[in-house]
């Protein structure tokens, strides 16, 4: 029993992880007062980049060309958004399409009808140690890839940066009241490009977890909503770093909850479980809602500066 | 103004890069097509309901695409979809395109092959995994159940801890067959074998398929029968990562997919299939019918990793080829049971909205 107790902790912190950097990027974006729905085009771009560059120069280098990926299609993004003050809506939906269809083809061009296999090497966990002899937690918690601990780290470094650093001001200016923030000298389109590339960077390592820390090989789709979760679980995190993580945790939960469910053989009809992460995601964003209104940038997905 | 311009090429970039008729006949002329067959303009067109780099399913069917081009000189298209309401729309453009053959992969396009095809009777629609037919459009059904259940009989006599796991996609009845004739198959080997089953919820969540796998070894699972096509992927990984598991692969042959850890898979030669009939189509032979497809046809059966040979019990690898023997002669019957088999005949509705929206089908 404490076999699956672990295990369910271990499941959700790997569900999670990816969740957390895609999540974490789109904060900062919005922070920025750009909703940036083109995510789940970055994280599959990132998954490309980490099965191209692991191909050729190992786990560290598809990181990086996963970072590298990710930002090439936030960059899209950006242009049209921050520059050219396009819809954001409009455009980050095209991200998203061309996101999933340029890395299907590449693939196909890369490597062939067959695809890659299972030959891309992976990032093995890196047991901390004492800390990971920590009954039922410590195994699930530092018993991971180092990426789950750059994602650990990565939580406290932005929260103190958006909120006690002179750039985290200009950050949440911009997104509040981008017209005061210009008076103020703030550059209102570099900082939400510059907001746009660091999410599309964390994006693309969110894609490049989801192949160099867990399956070991690209599939065409296998973001599969992930993106779109990540933009919920900035809502349901208030906007805000820490809750952005309390978010991914409680979404990884629920996500390893169903997989356990369905192993153990209870009998229901499975889209009950499948079901479970999404209506808990709901139920969660309906309770934060109500308990403190507010909480959005107030000119979050706004395209005109006035 | 210039702003929505660019954005709209764009969303035409993106929308064509995301796939509608890729991979027409790779840059030959329509001249040269023409004079490389013997039947000019004879066309043929497959839909997959996922990536035909998915080393299952869908990579099986694109193989049979690819033959009838290069045997029977046929000019072809291939598309993926990725939601139901693209089904409609691409059968009828293939139909107003003039396309001799639309092949359907996967049970999920059953329905909107029955609305379409009435209205281009020159075109034959053929649904793989379809239990249905009608003037202009057919189905195969593959029992692919035969090579599941020697599959079952496997895993049951390698089991170390008498626990056994089905992973599929989402729940196609084409799918749960197949799942039903491995459980089938375990219990004829060992009555009390517990046979765990989770379903991923689409078809290419390879990160999730490999929670699943991860959550059933958990519960003590050491032999998996996966049936999740690009999503599959994951369960492989599962098993790589570790100890002492297995894993079954289905449609293709997936034993190189993960050879240390594959002991054999259930394979449809598709390929074959597709060709067949497609031979028959040019030649204006084919009627339109259900064509059961399995051992007996020598379309669904079962290969083994030569490498993991020696892992195989003598006695289940001498029941296999028994039971192999009786399923060529038409000789066996699984013992599929009868809710299942009322539930595979049924024309299934809401599948195919997986979170994707891309359900696949069959598989069997």
Known sequence: ?306 | MRVSALLHITLCLSLSACGQLQDTHRGRSASDRAAASGHEGFKVALLTPGPISDQAWNAAAYRGLLRIRDSLGAQISNVETKTPAEFDENFRQYGAQGYNLVIANGFEYQDAVQRVAPDYPQTMYLTTSGDRTGQNWAGIDFRFEEGAYLAGVIAASVSKNGVIGTIGGTELPPVKRGFAGFAAGAHSVNPRIRVLSSYVGNWDDASAAKEQALAQITQGADVIFQNADAAGLGVFQAAKDSKGVWVIGSNSDQNGVAPAVTLASVVIDLPHALFMIGQQVRDGRFTPAVITLGAEQQVVRLVINPALGPEIPRPARAAIDSIHALQMAGKFVVPVDTAMNAAASAPATGHGSSSSGRSRGLRD
């Open chain 1, 1 to 306: 029993m404490s076999g699956s107790v672990t295990a369910f902790f271990e499941a959700t912190v790997r569900t999670a992880t990816p969740l957390l950097f895609a999540g974490l990027g789109e904060t900062l974006a919005e922070q920025a007062g750009v909703i940036n729905v083109g995510l789940e085009g970055i994280v599959i771009a990132g998954a490309f980049g980490a099965v191209a560059g692991a191909a050729v120069g190992g786990v560290a280098f598809g990181f990086l060309v996963a970072a590298a990926g990710g930002a090439a299609m936030a960059a899209v993004f950006a242009v049209f958004a921050a520059i050219l003050r396009s819809d954001q809506i409009i455009a980050g939906t095209a991200v998203t399409l061309l996101g999933l269809g340029v890395t299907g083809t590449l693939y196909r061009w890369e490597f062939g009808p067959s695809g890659a296999a299972l030959t891309i090497p992976t990032m093995h966990a890196m047991p901390l140690p004492l800390l990971d002899n920590i009954p039922v937690l410590g195994p699930a918690l530092f018993g991971q890839p180092p990426v789950a601990y750059a994602a650990y780290l990565l939580v406290p470094a932005l929260w103190w940066w958006t909120y006690r650093t002179y750039g985290g001001l200009a950050l949440r200016a911009v997104g509040e009241n981008p017209e005061a923030a210009r008076v103020a000298g703030i550059p209102v389109r570099r900082v939400q490009f510059a907001a746009i590339m660091a999410g599309g960077v964390l994006g693309g390592v969110s894609g490049g977890t989801l192949v160099l820390a867990q399956v070991g090989t690209f599939a065409e789709g296998m973001s599969a909503g992930r993106g779109f979760i990540a933009i919920a679980i900035v809502a349901l995190g208030r906007w805000n770093p820490a809750g952005a993580a309390a978010a991914a945790v409680i979404f990884g939960a629920a996500s390893a909850l169903q997989f356990l469910f369905q192993a153990m053989g209870w009998h229901a009809p499975y889209q009950l479980f499948l079901a479970f992460p999404y209506v808990l995601t709901l139920a969660a964003l309906a309770f934060a809602g109500s308990a403190r209104q507010g909480g959005a940038p107030a000119a979050l997905g706004r395209a005109r500066i006035d």
